[in-house]
């Protein structure tokens, strides 16, 4: 794929038109859509190709595709619009066939359902930040205590409200919920000050010290939006 920007393009219109008076009037049409793309400030998102074709022959001029450059997270689906000139088309149906300079694009709108179907997949659908979790019994309190230091510092957080919910149970929640961050207490827990820090995604787990565990889930978090 070449890219030819309009301060490299002065011999464009010699180098490749040659004595063809068509592919030199073709080359001139290009050379002077880079430089609009330039003024317009998108002529890094422009490339000509000479390999492009379209499989229609009613084009006379400049023929396009608009493809979605992949971002590692959406699929990767090729061209997403495709169209270009046809100042003949329309005139067939006009008056004494009158030339009407006409320009059109067709979307493929399949090919973006695809798209957003996959990014839905990577989106939360959760505003919560941090569950706040327990693997054994008589903990509920313990857990609101947590909740509530998650709350008073601005932190999006939650918990299952039943008195005595499943580890895994907890954990899945999470996984549905696509929340980050899992804040776990326990009897060791309990017993040391401490409170254990699971990054939902990646399952790593960090002990840290009940007194600054906020202060770790934020920077955690952080962590997480970036991984995003």
């Known amino acids: 794929r070449t890219l030819w920007r309009p301060r490299e393009s002065s011999g464009i219109n010699a180098e490749y038109g040659g004595a063809n008076k068509s592919a030199a009037a073709g080359l001139s049409d290009m050379k002077l859509l880079l ?24 084009y006379t001029g ?17 061209s997403v619009a495709g169209g270009g000139r046809y100042d ?13 300079p006409c320009v059109g694009v067709s979307i493929g709108i399949e090919r973006l359902f695809s798209i957003m179907e996959k990014k839905m997949q990577h989106s939360r659908t959760s505003s919560i930040q941090v569950l706040v979790a327990s693997g054994q019994k008589g903990l509920l309190k313990e857990r609101m205590k947590l909740l509530n230091m998650l709350w008073e510092n601005d ?23 696509r929340i980050p961050l899992v804040a ?25 010290d009940r007194n600054c565990f906020v202060e770790e889930a934020r920077s955690l978090l952080q962590g997480c939006e970036n991984e995003s």
Not at 35 to 58: I, K, N, P, T, W
Not at 62 to 75: F, Q, R, S, V
Not at 88 to 100: C, D, H, N, Q, T
Not at 155 to 177: C, G, S, V
Request: charged share 25%.
């Open 35 to 58: 430089e609009y793309c330039q003024l317009f400030g998108c002529l890094d998102h422009v490339s000509f190709d000479l390999s492009l074709a379209r499989g229609l022959d009613y």
């Open 88 to 100: 003949e088309l329309v005139g067939m149906f006009a008056p004494k066939g009158r030339s009407i």
């Open 62 to 78: 400049t023929i396009y595709e608009a493809i979605l450059a992949p971002d590692g997270k959406g699929e990767n689906v090729g």
């Open 184 to 208: 776990i207490i326990g009897e060791s827990e309990l017993q040391e000050g401490k409170v254990k820090l699971r990054n939902t995604v990646t399952k790593e787990e960090k002990l840290v």
């Open 155 to 177: 932190l999006n957080a939650e918990m299952l409200y039943k008195a005595n919910p499943k580890l895994l149970t907890q954990f899945q929640h999470a996984e549905n919920e």
